[in-house]
């Protein structure tokens, strides 16, 4: 099977994607326990089962919204900001 290079590229933008958001997340859990952050309290501030941020420690990749609001729960944002 043959493929184009804009096939290619793409694989690429997603492999890219996909390392940013484990960075991300791993951030997330460097940050909590810095400020020592019980996961449960964290997911109760969020109104987040703790079981979801748990999961992100498996390689479960959280979606926006909820990562959003567990980072707001432990005082932090989630920001768009240019390179």
Same mark, same amino acid.
Request: include cysteine; glycine fraction near 4%; aromatic fraction near 14%.
């Given at each position: 099977?043959?493929?184009?290079?804009?096939?290619?590229?793409?694989?690429?933008?997603?492999?890219?994607?996909?390392?940013? @958001?484990?960075?991300?997340?791993?951030?997330?859990?460097?940050?909590?326990?810095?400020?020592?952050?019980?996961? @449960?309290?964290?997911?109760?501030?969020?109104?987040?089962?703790?079981?979801?941020?748990?999961?992100?420690?498996?390689?479960?990749?959280?979606?926006?919204?909820?990562?959003?609001?567990?980072?707001?729960?432990?005082?932090?944002?989630?920001?768009?900001?240019?390179?």
């Amino acid at each position: 099977m043959f493929s184009s290079p804009s096939e290619g590229r793409g694989h690429r933008f997603k492999s890219c994607r996909v390392r940013q @958001s484990f960075q991300r997340l791993r951030k997330f859990f460097e940050l909590a326990k810095e400020h020592e952050l019980d996961y @449960s309290n964290i997911a109760y501030k969020a109104g987040v089962s703790s079981e979801t941020i748990y999961r992100w420690q498996k390689s479960n990749v959280p979606n926006l919204v909820t990562f959003s609001a567990c980072l707001e729960a432990m005082g932090y944002e989630l920001t768009i900001k240019n390179r």
